[in-house]
């Protein structure tokens, strides 16, 4: 009898070690998708990324499915700057679905922070094919294509990315840009001033139409963009610099018009900022101070 309960004990221990070790998981793969989404949206990149390596184990009989959570752990290891990592998970998401414009966007993103220019632009075009009505694509692709100092090839994309969305007031201003590289003056002078149309606030813009306007000799309307960019951004030295730049100019031209008076006030002007630009620690504010402002008493 005393044999008996000890076989029954150890049966009975037996049989719930080997229970413990075979036990199943139940989780199942949605739920660690959707527990890794969750914490995604959190913020939390790094227990999303377990979260997905734990869907990933778990697999799916599905390729969507696992395409889905390879794209997931990419975006958050993207985000986490392990971008070789990202990498390969986007190359598995497109392995198990290459028609999801999405994913190769994803991938294009990586291989820029990668440095493999090529490479990105080339998956911004297979996003381009998949779904031809996604602006940011034509945007990201003509971006890179600037980069490579492919400036018309970047001035088509950008226009792509107009007409598909006629407000994209970063498109107007960079396609600004590209014409300018272009020695198109006049069309970039006009893509500047419609992202300002678009955007009143446009701090960039402000600083590139002015910019522009002052190497064309429009000093006037140079200024104007300057005091605008001081209202915009008042802590910005350079803009405070450059409107006394641009103040000289014109005190320049008064003084050929023998107007004295509107010299002296436009002298006073500059030298006014280009000591404010000094308070702000722009370092060529000195040089402009010791040849124009010896004169001069700041207000």
């Not at 381009?128 to 009505?133: A, D, E, Q, R, V």
């Not at 226009?159 to 020695?183: F, H, T």
């Amino acid at each position: 009898m005393k044999n008996y309960k000890i076989k029954f004990l150890m049966v009975v221990v037996l049989s719930f070690f080997i229970s413990g070790l075979f036990a199943q998981d139940t989780t199942s793969f949605k739920t660690y998708i959707e527990s890794g989404m969750a914490k995604y949206k959190a913020k939390d990149y790094s227990g999303a990324i377990t979260d997905f390596d734990n869907a990933i184990n778990k697999k799916s009989d599905v390729t969507s499915n696992m395409a889905i959570a390879y794209y997931h752990r990419a975006t958050c290891k993207r985000l986490t700057k392990d971008f070789t990592g990202a990498l390969a998970d986007y190359d598995n998401a497109i392995k198990n679905k290459n028609d999801n414009a999405d994913y190769f966007v994803g991938r294009a993103v990586t291989k820029n922070e990668l440095k493999d220019t090529t490479g990105a632009i080339a998956d911004y075009t297979t996003a381009i094919s998949i779904k031809p009505t996604d602006e940011s694509s034509f945007f990201e692709r003509a971006k890179l294509k600037m980069m490579g100092k492919n400036y018309k090839g970047a001035i088509e994309d950008f226009k792509s990315a107009i007409d598909l969305k006629a407000d994209y007031y970063e498109a107007y201003n960079l396609r600004g840009k590209a014409n300018l590289y272009m020695k198109d003056t006049t069309a970039a002078l006009a893509d500047y001033s419609k992202a300002i149309e678009l955007k009143s606030d446009y701090v960039q813009a402000y600083n590139n139409r002015a910019s522009l306007k002052y190497f064309q000799k429009d000093y006037d309307g140079a200024k104007a963009d300057f005091t605008k960019l001081i209202e915009l951004k008042p802590d910005e030295g350079s803009a405070y610099y450059f409107r006394g730049r641009t103040d000289i100019k014109l005190m320049i031209n008064a003084q050929k018009a023998a107007d004295v008076a509107k010299a002296k006030d436009l002298n006073t002007d500059a030298c006014n900022d280009f000591n404010k630009a000094k308070d702000l620690k722009y370092a060529k504010a000195d040089d402009m101070i010791t040849k124009y402002c010896k004169d001069q008493v700041p207000k």
